[in-house]
């Protein structure tokens, strides 16, 4: 469902309209996030060449980052990204085994129009700094299987 917003005064995609969501749902407490790419090659040369001959991708990797606004009554347990923490190790590790996947999507919130989407996301790590003078902020990193981008 599309937020309703005033007519825009450009056409550029601004973070003010973006609308991220984990799973299908709004994740409101979200301050940015960032998308990343990669491709391994392996070199394949001959023995009487001094150039490579050629450069073979073998690999494509995904990543995934958000940063997050710290909400006293929520965490990344209760909206599903984290596993809970078990009473002990074994408890803990069985909770982080039985963690699915996520999927998460970027949207344009003026008219709901996809601009990117995320598949297989699975949580690798997050913080948070506590400073002065600034609200409490964390990253959230993810390993995922594939990132598309369908532009703006």
């Known amino acids: 469902m599309p937020l309703?917003?005033?007519?825009?005064?450009?056409?550029?995609?601004t973070g003010a309209r973006a609308v991220f969501s984990l799973?299908?749902?709004?994740?409101?407490?979200?301050?940015?996030?960032?998308?990343g790419h990669s491709y391994n090659h392996e070199e394949y040369r001959t023995l009487n060449?001094?150039?490579s001959v050629e450069h073979v991708p073998v690999a494509?990797?995904?990543t995934f980052t958000c940063a997050q606004f710290s909400l006293i009554d929520r965490n990344l347990t209760t909206f599903g990204v984290q596993a809970a923490m078990g009473k002990n190790a074994q408890q803990h590790l069985?909770?982080?085994?039985g963690m699915g996947e996520l999927n998460a999507s970027v949207e344009d919130a003026?008219?709901?129009?996809?601009?990117?989407?995320?598949?297989?996301?699975?949580l690798a790590g997050?913080?948070?700094?506590?400073q002065p003078n600034s609200l409490v902020m964390g990253q959230v990193?993810?390993?995922?299987?594939?990132n598309v981008e369908f532009g703006n």
């Open 4 to 13: 309703q917003m005033p007519t825009p005064l450009c056409s550029q995609l």
């Open 23 to 35: 799973n299908g749902k709004y994740f409101a407490w979200g301050a940015g996030v960032d998308f």
């Open 49 to 51: 060449a001094y150039e």
């Open 60 to 62: 494509y990797g995904a």
């Open 94 to 97: 069985l909770s982080v085994i």
């Open 110 to 122: 003026l008219d709901s129009k996809l601009l990117a989407q995320v598949y297989g996301l699975k």
């Open 126 to 130: 997050s913080s948070f700094t506590i």
């Open 141 to 146: 990193s993810f390993v995922c299987r594939r």
